[in-house]
């Protein structure tokens, strides 16, 4: 059995850990905040005080963080996983991150002899309690293999895209396709209501044909309801967007509409909504047009 090291228990993290954990796993855990620490703790699970004691105890070492320099420094810096780096260690990242930042780490630890895979998720948190996140992969095929049972306890689609950078340039295409679809239901929903349809009627009607989407599965219900709590924090969308537009004009790639959708959620930090949910973008309509979405069926 694979010893385990997981690093960031934030709120994927901890419960994509937490599945490990459960599917039997030898699980050696730390984060910043301690108290996901002991939580996990209490479950069966070991702790550590630095990147370093975790890579020291595991077979296969996992990082969760917010954002690209957050993993090149717990993988490179002081106290890092590469202090403890050595041939046949694994070290998996399912932060979303710049494809460089990915592809330098990889060469830098693989001149340690340690395997690494960029492998960024989807699905949200409730695709990491449920164990149903998709999982694209970017890396060594053979490390993959090696880690295939690992990412299994957390993801049900695992997609092998290519070598190092590969998993995280098929999440910048994923963020693409979300933040246009988070954009396009606010605008649907709040057109409905002004027009003196029922957009939940509507929501109904569309999600059986062409326009069905996760995106329309998942969320109508929760805004309708009130809840714009995470999910997917929005300020953690803009990073991500960020990042789809630096690798944008790396390659020379215009993207207008990806480019407007990321001032939407630009405009959510300014209104001071950032910690609200990726779908909350439709707050941004609802100061633009100095309407609520009705959260009661009429």
Same mark, same amino acid.
């Given at each position: 059995m694979l010893r385990v090291?997981?690093?960031?228990?934030?709120?994927m993290g901890k419960s994509m850990a937490r599945n490990i954990l459960k599917a039997g796993f030898p699980l050696v855990v730390h984060n910043r905040s301690r108290a996901a620490v002991e939580e996990l703790v209490a479950e069966g699970a070991i702790a550590a005080h630095s990147p370093t004691e975790v890579a020291a105890q595991a077979d296969v070492v996992i990082t969760n963080l917010p954002d690209s320099p957050d993993v090149e420094a717990v993988a490179l810096g002081e106290?890092?996983?590469?202090?403890?780096?050595?041939?046949?260690?694994?070290?998996?990242?399912?932060?979303?991150? #710049?494809?460089?930042t990915a592809r330098h780490i990889a060469e830098v630890l693989g001149e340690k002899?340690? &395997? =690494?895979?960029?492998?960024?998720?989807?699905?949200?948190?409730? *695709? $990491?309690?449920?164990?149903t996140l998709t999982i694209m992969v970017g890396g060594p095929a053979k490390a993959l293999e090696t880690a295939h049972p690992i990412l299994e306890a957390e993801g049900r689609?695992?997609?092998?895209i290519g070598e190092a950078g590969a998993g995280q340039v098929a999440k910048v295409a994923n963020q693409i396709m979300v933040a246009a679809q988070m954009v396009a239901m606010a605008?649907?929903?709040?057109?409905? &209501? #002004?027009? *003196?349809?029922?957009?939940?009627?509507?929501? &109904?009607?569309?999600?059986?044909?062409?326009? &069905? =989407?996760w995106?329309?599965?998942? #969320?109508?219900?929760?805004?309708?309801? *009130?809840?714009?709590?995470? @999910?997917?924090k929005s300020y953690m969308m803009l990073k991500d967007l960020d990042i789809v537009?630096?690798?944008?004009?790396?390659?020379?790639?215009?993207?207008?509409?990806?480019?407007?959708?990321?001032?939407?959620?630009?405009?959510?930090?300014?209104? @001071?909504?950032?910690?609200?949910?990726?779908?909350?973008?439709? $707050?941004?309509?609802?100061?633009?047009?100095?309407?609520?979405?009705?959260?009661? $069926?009429?």
């Open positions: 090291g997981y690093i960031g228990l934030g709120l106290n890092g996983i590469i202090a403890a780096a050595r041939p046949g260690l694994i070290f998996i990242d399912h932060s979303t991150i #710049k494809p460089e002899g340690v &395997q =690494c895979l960029d492998a960024p998720v989807s699905g949200g948190d409730i *695709g $990491a309690r449920e164990g689609t695992i997609t092998h605008e649907l929903l709040l057109l409905s &209501q #002004k027009t *003196g349809v029922d957009p939940r009627r509507v929501v &109904q009607a569309i999600r059986g044909g062409a326009a &069905q =989407c995106t329309l599965d998942t #969320k109508p219900q929760r805004l309708f309801a *009130g809840e714009r709590s995470p @999910g997917f537009m630096d690798t944008a004009r790396a390659y020379g790639m215009p993207l207008p509409a990806t480019a407007t959708h990321t001032q939407l959620y630009r405009a959510m930090l300014e209104l @001071g909504l950032g910690d609200l949910d990726n779908s909350a973008v439709l $707050a941004v309509y609802e100061a633009l047009t100095n309407t609520r979405l009705e959260e009661e $069926a009429p």
